[in-house]
Structures are given as C-alpha cells and as structure tokens.
C-alpha cells in the first residue's frame, strides 16, 4: 500500500525565487489538503482539493501561492518571489471524501528560504 | 479559533499514564487525534465525532465531552514508542459536518523516559 509522496523532501531556495512542490495522494483518495507547519505549531491549513476542484482556500494564502490538482491526481504547490517568512514544512494530506475524513500525511517538503 | 492544548508537555516513566486535553470555544463537529515524531509526518490516531463517544487503539483511548467541547486522549502504560508531539485537529459543526478542514492545536510534547 503506497502512502503518501512528496518530492522535493528538502528545498533550500534564496528570497525572490520561485519553488515548486509535487504531493502525490493515496491513489484512490479524492480529497488532497495542503497544511504548512513551523516549529513548535501545529499543521496550518492552507488549501484543499476535492478530485480537481479547489475547493477553500485559506485567506493566509497570499496571492504568490498557488496550487493545482489538474486531473484529479497528484497536487504541486507553486511559491512565487519567496521570502524568509516562507520557511517552513509544507505537509500534503489526502483522504476519502466518504466516511469520517481519516487524513493521511505525506513526510512534507522542508522548505528553507536564505 | 485554534484549539488549545493541555499540558504543552509531559515527561513520564515507561509504564505511566498520561492524559492529554484539547479544549475548543466553539461547537465542534469532530475531533482527530494525530501523533508525530521529530522530522516525521503526523501519524493518524483516531477521529471522535460529536456525541461523547469514546473511542480506543491499543492502550491509547479518548473521549469527546460535546457539553464542554473538550476531548481528552488517554494513553496506559506508556511505551518508549509513545514518545513525540500529539496534535488534535478540530472540524466545527458550523462546517456543515464536513471533516475536510481542520484546525490543530500547538501539539503536547509527550517523552517517555525508561
């Protein structure tokens, strides 16, 4: 059973490049979310998918974040003209849309902005 | 409209108890439990909807009290496996009872010691 994937698991970046995350869901799960985490916090949410659709996004989410899930499969996480405040785990998680909503998480991208 | 947490963190000996509190101030739908050890994704526990259930994994267990929208996670006999930060990750009933966006507390870290 292939959990969740998330590539790059390390990014080291300088301010004002852009990044890009791949998440790739457990292969049957409709619903992909998209959290980031900073030390000592626990998981913010940021965006959530359901198949293709995006469906919320948080208002933290400032304009040079974007993402997309263009066949209903695996997600990428866009960054643009990044900043130290960016720095941060970037988690993916993916469940059932039926059922209780069970959230599986990927390792996460450790993004790291100099 | 974060979750608090309680304690922030708890040393124990191999064998002990330890109970840990999510409190919320507004209605909630659901509660999940997750568990994540340093530089790993968060690990699913168990989910508690509204209803005062009580449910069990192992020797961990939790309950939700929907009069004090407050759940509890119970963890006997500790194990050296135990050890990491616990999160609780809240869904509120003016969410329409969808499971999809959740909200976590700080997290608790828990060490047991031999």
């Known amino acids: 059973d292939t959990g969740v994937s998330q590539d790059p698991r390390h990014k080291i970046t300088k301010r004002g490049q852009n990044v890009t995350f791949r998440c790739d869901p457990i292969s049957e799960h409709n619903r992909l979310y998209w959290y980031r985490q900073t030390l000592g916090q626990g998981p913010e949410f940021l965006t959530y998918f359901q198949n293709e659709a995006q469906l919320e996004k948080s208002r933290l989410l400032s304009d040079r974040f974007s993402a997309e899930r263009p066949k209903g499969s695996f997600s990428t996480l866009e960054i643009q003209r990044t900043e130290q405040g960016d720095s941060a785990m970037y988690l993916c998680a993916s469940s059932l849309s039926s059922g209780l909503g069970k959230q599986f998480f990927g390792p996460g991208t450790r993004l790291t902005v100099l | 409209q974060q979750p608090v947490q309680s304690p922030q963190a708890v040393i124990l000996r191999e064998g002990e108890d330890a109970v840990i509190n999510c409190s919320s101030s507004k209605a909630l739908y659901s509660v999940h439990w997750y568990r994540q050890k340093h530089g790993e994704a968060p690990v699913f526990l168990m989910i508690l909807l509204k209803g005062g259930e009580q449910k069990g994994h192992e020797k961990i267990s939790a309950s939700f009290n929907e009069k004090k929208q407050q759940s509890s996670l119970y963890l006997t006999a500790s194990q050296l496996s135990y050890s990491g930060t616990y999160f609780c990750?809240?869904?509120?009933?003016?969410?329409?009872?969808?499971?999809?966006?959740?909200?976590f507390g700080k997290g608790t870290l828990l060490t047991v010691n031999p």
């Open positions: 990750g809240t869904a509120l009933s003016d969410s329409g009872g969808s499971n999809y966006k959740l909200t």
